[in-house]
């Protein structure tokens, strides 16, 4: 008999294999090397309970010869699949032939290794389905002394399959349903009778992984943040959930293959979690914990304030810089430095800003004209050709932009790529045309953040879906309070209650007035979601009128013309 086990109860039970959809599906191909290419057929059977729903099976095109051998082994020739669509055709069928259920195959890894690399070649998305692979579980249920081979044909005789594989799609796939039958029938002895217990039952899983499962048992079935604390209270990882039990379960199962968390659940004392009343809430909460605790396991977002700025630096002849504290008027945020350099010397040469990093000074300038003078580039103040007086447009230029009062950098910068257009250097036109880009966007997204961090308070509300109301009170670019409406309830005086028990915000120096950017870029995506609708706010809500936004037309066109250019080399 199978190892002691932790009883379940009824709602961790998770969904039941009588009534889980399986789609158990066969390829046949021209070779053993996954590639968008090479798939000749493809044979699947949808179950559910013990019954066959449907049948799905297509001869494919491989667009490629088909070896000898593989002639041989299936009978499957290129007269066969001359006429046969191409897998860029039979994708989209098959997919939403397999929606929703859960992917079964003999040496599975095989099967959806060709399956995602020919949706990665065609431009499908992968729907990252459960998968379970009859080998693995054959090899998990059975002994060299029930079977002395795992293969599909040894497995369909053990089982006394209905259906004889015989190296064709559709056949191969009836009969490794009849061997997942008959192995759900072993592991049922053994109280596997969910999907997640099944999935949880496959070799990965340690031991000391499934006596953890019982860390999620105090957790509610709620949306919130979870904390996986070790040895010393050290908080190892944070994450989101939209219900708690059931996502930190799954790091006590096989559907959890990550090596490093695999690592942290090891070293995981208990797991906290923190209600919130709905997903927005719990995002903000986790990137304020990030960013607190700092967890050795996490990869992202625990430096929110290590952004990158574009400023202006105080001098008599100012000149772009790339810092990490932004300060009033700063153009930002980046990602990283280069990015923010690169932003900065664009916008320098369309300014006709210095990019030397001397000082120089106001009364006795003392310096040598550098190669940019020579080309005209720069006014050479260094040397004495130009006063502050004369300068002082380039950096007024600047200052425009950034507050959204002008837009005569761009406009230089579009001259000159249609002079450069115009002598026919082409590749140069295309460089700087990507790097324009590069700027544009982070004008226009500059923008947008400081537009929302500038607002004292707004209130917004999200439908539920169930006829209800998910409110946030946003104050500086910061969430404040979030709560809910059910439906049913008056929300006029939930968003009150809101209002009254919401943080006090103090808006600090710089661009965002103290707020982090990925925050407020989070409250601004939630924002701008379909459905969303303000309920009030101190002040308009509204992006600079002299902005960047009609620049939207060009950017699309730049898009469309660097993914063409990418597409023919």
Not at 159 to 180: E, I, M, Q, W
Not at 461 to 490: K, M, N, T
Request: hydrophobic letters at 45%.
């Amino acid at each position: 008999m199978h190892g002691a086990r932790d009883q379940l109860t009824f709602d961790e039970l998770g969904t039941p294999l009588r009534d889980t959809t399986f789609v158990v599906f066969d390829l046949e191909t021209t070779g053993t090397k996954p590639g968008p290419d090479g798939i000749t057929e493809i044979g699947a059977v949808k179950v559910r309970g013990g019954e066959v729903l449907s049948e799905f099976a297509t001869l494919v095109n491989p667009g490629m010869p088909i070896p000898p051998q593989i002639v041989a082994l299936t009978g499957i020739t290129g007269a066969m699949v001359y006429d046969a669509p191409p897998i860029a055709r039979v994708l989209p069928a098959f997919l939403e032939f397999a929606a929703g259920a859960v992917l079964v195959a003999h040496n599975a890894p095989f099967d959806t290794g060709f399956m995602r690399a020919a949706c990665a070649g065609y431009g499908y998305a992968w729907p990252k389905p459960a998968v379970v692979c009859t080998v693995r579980l054959a090899r998990r249920v059975l002994t060299r002394q029930d079977t002395p081979s795992f293969r599909l044909s040894a497995l369909a005789a053990l089982f006394g399959s209905k259906t004889t594989p015989n190296h064709r799609a559709l056949d191969d796939a009836r009969a490794t349903v009849d061997v997942l039958h008959a192995l759900l029938e072993r592991v049922g002895t053994v109280g596997v009778h969910s999907l997640e217990e099944l999935i949880d039952y496959l070799p990965e899983v340690t031991p000391q992984q499934r006596r953890k499962r019982g860390m999620a048992a105090h957790l509610p079935e709620l949306p919130g943040v979870y904390l996986f604390r070790g040895p010393s209270d050290e908080v190892l990882y944070v994450g989101t959930a939209s219900n708690l039990r059931r996502r930190v379960r799954s790091y006590f199962t096989g559907s959890e293959s990550r090596g490093r968390i695999r690592e942290m659940v090891a070293l995981a004392q208990r797991v906290d979690g923190i209600e919130c009343s709905h997903a927005l809430e719990a995002q903000i909460r986790e990137l304020r914990l990030l960013a607190a605790h700092k967890p050795a396991y996490n990869r992202r977002s625990k430096n929110p304030r290590k952004s990158w700025w574009v400023v202006l630096t105080d001098e008599t002849f100012p000149r772009l810089s790339v810092v990490r504290v932004p300060k009033d008027g700063a153009l930002g945020p980046f990602t990283s430095q280069a990015m923010a350099k690169l932003a900065g010397d664009v916008l320098a040469g369309a300014s006709g800003l210095r990019t030397c990093t001397q000082r120089i000074s106001a009364v006795a300038p003392a310096g040598r004209p550098c190669a940019l003078a020579e080309l005209g580039r720069c006014g050479a103040p260094c040397a004495g050709r130009q006063s502050a007086e004369a300068y002082f447009p380039s950096v007024r230029a600047v200052t425009q932009l950034i507050g959204g009062q002008g837009t005569v950098p761009l406009e230089v910068a579009l001259r000159q790529l249609d002079e450069l257009a115009e002598a026919q250097h082409y590749e140069q036109a295309a460089r700087r045309r990507d790097e324009l880009a590069i700027l544009v966007r982070a004008v226009a997204k500059a923008h947008r953040l400081t537009a929302l961090a500038g607002i004292p308070e707004l209130v917004a509300a999200a439908p539920d879906g169930q006829g209800g109301w998910e409110f946030a009170v946003i104050r500086y670019g910061r969430l404040a309070s979030a709560g809910v409406a059910r439906r049913g309830v008056p929300p006029m005086p939930v968003v009150d209650a809101l209002v009254a028990s919401a943080e006090t915000v103090t808006p600090e120096p710089g661009p965002l007035f103290g707020a982090p950017a990925e925050e407020v870029g989070l409250l601004l995506r939630w924002l701008t979601r379909p459905g969303v609708r303000l309920v009030r706010t101190a002040i308009p809500w509204a992006e600079p009128a002299r902005g960047v936004g009609n620049w939207n037309n060009w950017l699309e066109r730049a898009a469309t013309a660097t993914a063409l250019e990418e597409a023919v080399g």
